[in-house]
């Protein structure tokens, strides 16, 4: 019964959404631009859909994650969703840029799964060329970052393909823990893939950032 969907607080739906209007907060208007050492995170513009379209929709990338959109007008399309949702407080999705270079080389989404982002879900994917780079790792911690000061996530999940053998091994590499395999979840070409379920507590997240190895001196600019 714990997840059952009524909630008595939640029932003045009136009076919440102008709290939630009143409550709007910084990053909803935009967001921040994230530094790290190599890596900088920003927001998506609409000119990113060609550098998007062009390494995203590759088969190596392509073949565990949903369906990217399949034209450069559709990433257009999808980038303007992106800043839609962002404005309505329920998910963000950062472009992956490297320092000096403005041209996005992929993107790092979170989305709630609970009403005011306590839990939430996030996915990756990165153009081939940058894979094994050491920039999935940075990107991802200042994302963790972002998510756990500024979102206020508490529970960050996230699926990979059990086939995925990169995405899995990303994972792991940053902390996530495996909690359980979710049984033919996942429908990608005609097939039912199972996945295994990760999470990262930000109780998990305040311990590491003493770890070495984890990336401390990511600084946060708007
Ligand atoms: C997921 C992704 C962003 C990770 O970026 P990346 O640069 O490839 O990640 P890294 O190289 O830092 O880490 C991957 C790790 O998995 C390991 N790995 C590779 N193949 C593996 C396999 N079959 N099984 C287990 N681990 C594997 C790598 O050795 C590496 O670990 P290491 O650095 O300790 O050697 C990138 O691979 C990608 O965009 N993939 C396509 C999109 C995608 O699948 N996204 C969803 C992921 S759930």
């Known amino acids: 019964m714990e997840k059952m969907p009524y909630r008595s607080d939640l029932d003045a739906t009136v009076s919440v959404v102008s709290t939630v209007e009143a409550a709007r907060s910084e990053w909803q208007a935009g967001l921040p631009v994230l530094h790290g050492e190599q890596v900088v995170l920003r927001e998506l513009r609409a000119s990113d859909a060609a550098s998007l379209f062009a390494l995203l929709t590759a088969e190596e990338v392509a073949r565990f994650i949903s369906p990217p959109p399949t034209s450069v007008e ?39 799964t609970e009403r005011g982002f306590g839990t939430a ?19 991802a911690d200042l994302v963790l970052e972002f998510a756990f000061d500024t979102l206020g996530v508490h529970r960050l999940e996230a699926r990979a393909a059990v086939l995925n053998g990169r995405g899995n091994g990303a994972l792991m590499k940053i902390g996530a823990v495996q909690e359980c395999i979710l049984r033919k979840s996942f429908l990608r070409k005609g097939q039912h893939l199972d996945q295994a379920l990760y999470s990262i507590l930000a109780d998990d997240r305040r311990a590491s950032r003493w770890t070495p190895g984890v990336v401390v001196s990511a600084r946060r600019q708007h």
């Open 74 to 112: 559709g990433f257009e399309r999808f980038i303007a969703w992106t800043l839609r949702q962002r404005t309505l407080g329920t998910y963000v999705c950062f472009a992956i840029t490297l320092k000096g270079f403005d041209t996005a080389i992929g993107i790092f989404q979170v989305r709630e």
């Open 121 to 139: 879900e996030w996915g990756f994917a990165l153009g081939s060329g940058f894979w094994g780079t050491g920039i999935f790792h940075e990107g």
